[in-house]
C-alpha cells in the first residue's frame, strides 16, 4: 500500500517537473526569437539609414557584421542611434 503512494508522489512531482521545465524551454525559446527578430530590425534600420544619409553624408554609413547585429539585437533602437553617433564623432 505503501508503494502505491510513493509512486503516485514520484509520478505527481515527475509531471510537475516537465510541465516546469516545458515553461522554462518555451521561455527562453520566446527570449530567443526576440533577441533574432531585434537583431534583424536593427539590420533593416541600419539599411534604410545608410540609404537615407547616403545623399547628405556619403561617410557616414555603418557597416553590415556580427557587431551591429549584436549591438542592434541587445540595446535595440538606442544602440543603433550609438553606432550612427560614435560614426559621426568619428568622421568629424
Not at 2 to 9: P, Q, S
Not at 74 to 84: D, E, H, K
Request: charged fraction near 10%.
Amino acid at each position: 500500500m505503501e508503494m502505491d503512494t510513493y509512486t503516485g508522489i514520484f509520478l505527481i512531482v515527475g509531471i510537475l517537473g516537465a510541465v516546469l521545465l516545458i515553461g522554462i524551454l518555451r521561455s527562453r525559446a520566446e527570449l530567443l526569437l526576440n533577441f533574432i527578430l531585434r537583431g534583424i530590425s536593427g539590420m533593416l534600420m541600419i539599411y534604410f539609414l545608410n540609404l537615407f544619409l547616403a545623399r547628405f553624408m556619403p561617410d557616414m554609413d555603418i557597416g553590415y557584421n556580427l557587431a551591429t547585429f549584436l549591438t542592434s539585437a541587445i540595446l535595440g533602437f538606442p544602440g543603433v542611434a550609438m553606432l550612427f553617433g560614435i560614426n559621426f564623432y568619428m568622421i568629424l
